[in-house]
């Protein structure tokens, strides 16, 4: 999506991990080993994604870049855009401000994730969807396409969030409803999570410059029976 002596944006897809973790260990495909296959150099991821997220995910191509990088996104210089499918009508707009457990980064982790951490999500609905899909006592399934923004960076966040206001992301294993799920991944003939990573706005570490990578959500999106815009 984007390159320059310091800076490579991948637009990952979804179902791919961004490096090795303890808590995928069977996996064998990793977006840092395969974008430096691609350009022959070694990079840093400076952010990450979820596996099955798609979108804008962002490395550094050299150690300086990525310390750079790095204090840009620990700085709250970065603006993050989503897009997700969820489950029922959110309301038009609103803040989560929820505080969140500190989740371990793999099976090694130290007590520390018992930690609780400031967590704070914008939402706004762009849209709402009635499918000829049963559910539970209902003879239709209400969905609605929602944009995310993350005001803190915690793991998982978007997806607990979204589960704490009670419309969890459509394919989420973790925090969604596994019979919803399948339902809805059967009907669409697609199972994933459907989370984008539409947009990041940063100023470029090194040169200050505003930086803004898009990647427009990808074609599996238009299974969706969006109303038009």
């Known amino acids: ?20 973790t303890g808590l995928d260990a069977g996996e064998t ?14 990079v ?7 596996k099955g997220t798609s979108g804008v995910l962002l490395f550094a191509l050299t150690a300086g870049a990525a310390s750079a990088a790095s204090s840009v996104f620990e ?7 989503y897009r997700a499918m969820v489950r ?20 090694r982790a130290s007590a520390r994730a018992l930690d609780v951490q400031p967590a704070r999500t914008r939402f706004r609905t762009l ?16 969905c609605a ?17 979204c589960k704490h206001i009670a419309h969890p992301i459509v394919g989420d294993a973790t925090h969604g409803k596994g ?6 991944a059967a009907w669409l003939g697609l199972q994933r999570l459907w989370l984008h990573a539409l947009s990041l706005e940063l100023p470029h570490p090194l040169t200050g410059a505003p930086l803004r990578i898009t990647a427009p959500p990808g074609d599996e999106w238009q299974r969706w029976p969006l109303p038009p815009h």
């Open 145 to 161: 396409l929602i944009e995310l923004t993350p005001l803190t960076g915690r793991r998982h966040q978007l997806r607990r969030h």
């Open 44 to 50: 840093w991821p400076v952010h990450r994604l979820d």
């Open 88 to 107: 029922g009508w959110p309301p038009p707009a609103g803040l989560i401000d929820h505080p969140l457990r500190r989740l371990p980064d793999d099976a």
């Open 1 to 20: 999506m984007y390159q320059d002596d310091d800076l490579v944006a991948i637009d990952k897809p979804a179902g791919l991990l961004v490096h090795r």
């Open 29 to 42: 495909r990793f977006a840092v080993q395969l974008l430096h296959a691609q350009i022959g150099r070694p």
């Open 179 to 184: 019979p919803l799920n399948r339902a809805l």
């Open 127 to 142: 849209a709402q969807l009635t499918l000829p899909l049963p559910y539970g006592d209902h003879a239709e399934t209400r």
């Open 75 to 81: 700085s709250n210089q970065v603006t993050k855009t």
